[in-house]
């Protein structure tokens, strides 16, 4: 397992990473970082859409709202076009600005993070969040001495990855708790796999695990686990990540860029409307029919896409609360970037009607 120096190190390491990006921006060679779009059918034959195939990576035993979007028929005659899978929103992201992907989502905190860090992107719609039904706990094993937040000081905290959403609700969490930041610097942040998690609580390997979603209710179903603390609970409900495109695709492919939101917003409203069980089979058979060697058995435990906005819009509040804290932070500077620089909703038909 990796200690406090490697977790030391996978920060500065993110942290060259998104001052590498910076640096490149600034070159002329950034016309890579700004794609027009992969792939497709540059001369809008289809409907007036500029590019017929968008990039994109998945998450393994995961459907999407875009890959839920193109099942429903909501994306045709637009494609997606997988080229791998990632564990990471900040990575997936980042594969946007290096022109390696079309679209990507992730956290609003590390969308946040590399705009500030000059990335040439814009959030366009939600693509998950949180909810009663859909949300992330940190577990420990029943027979842990873990108890409170002050009993994390030395131990081991497992999640996806740094820099995003996990890692901010484990420092809020410490902070309401009355953490001071040297304090919450004892905590050891280790990533794993998020199929790897349960696994690696249950053998010690690790004192705290985030466990979410269908994930955490298969590992709650066998047992010997309970919970710290939700992010539902340190914030109610709230849309935490967004689908991003670079600004050039926006100005290049403004119809193919509207077909796409609009789609995400149709497949968010189809999954808030629909009976739970045509819902968990439709996402059964897309995982089963995509063949990428998964296992299917866990979306049974599937609830909700957690997005509150209606058809996926987004709202200030919803970058403010993050903008705030990696001020407090240190990450970002006061006034270094406001949310109107981070998101558009004028591509969303939900637009119109009032968000809920």
């Not at 249950?202 to 590992?219: C, F, M, N, S």
């Not at 309970?226 to 914030?235: G, V």
């Not at 049974?300 to 509150?308: F, L, N, R």
Request: glycine residues 10%; contains cysteine; hydrophobic residues 40%.
């Amino acid at each position: 397992m990796r200690d406090s120096h490697t977790t030391a190190r996978f920060t500065v390491a993110r942290r060259s990473l998104v001052a590498a990006l910076c640096a490149a921006l600034s070159l002329a060679a950034c016309a890579k970082a700004e794609p027009g779009g992969g792939p497709g059918n540059g001369d809008g034959a289809a409907g007036g859409y500029e590019v017929l195939e968008l990039r994109y990576q998945g998450f393994v035993g995961a459907v999407s709202v875009l890959e839920l979007a193109e099942d429903l028929g909501y994306l045709a005659p637009i494609k997606l076009n997988y080229v791998g899978n990632t564990i990471s929103g900040p990575q997936d992201i980042q594969t946007v600005v290096t022109g390696d992907t079309d679209v990507g989502h992730a956290f609003n905190g590390a969308v946040i993070k590399l705009i500030a860090a000059g990335a040439p992107l814009r959030a366009v719609v939600g693509s998950y969040g949180v909810d009663a039904k859909r949300w992330s706990g940190f577990y420990v094993t029943e027979d842990s001495p873990i108890r409170s937040a002050r009993d994390l000081i030395g131990k081991k905290v497992a999640m996806n990855t740094l820099g995003a959403h996990h890692e901010l609700m484990l420092k809020e969490y410490l902070s309401r708790q009355g953490l001071t930041s040297a304090e919450i610097a004892q905590v050891t942040l280790v990533v794993l796999p998020p199929v790897s998690t349960e696994q690696a609580l249950r053998q010690k390997q690790v004192d705290v695990a985030v466990l979410g979603d269908v994930l955490r209710d298969k590992a709650l179903e066998r047992g010997g686990i309970r919970a710290l603390f939700s992010d539902f609970e340190l914030f109610g409900e709230f849309t935490a990540g967004s689908y991003v495109l670079t600004t050039r695709f926006l100005r290049e492919n403004p119809n193919s860029t509207r077909k796409l939101v609009e789609a995400a917003a149709r497949a968010i409203e189809w999954a808030r409307a629909a009976p739970r069980d045509e819902a968990v089979a439709r996402l059964r058979s897309i995982i089963e029919r995509r063949q990428r060697n998964e296992d299917a058995s866990v979306v049974k435990y599937w609830t909700s896409m957690g997005v509150a906005g209606k058809g996926g819009l987004l709202s200030a509040k919803e970058y403010k609360i993050w903008i705030d804290w990696l001020v407090k932070d240190g990450e970002i500077k006061e006034g270094q970037i406001k949310p109107e620089d981070l998101y558009t909703n004028q591509l969303n038909p939900f637009a119109a009607t009032p968000a809920q």
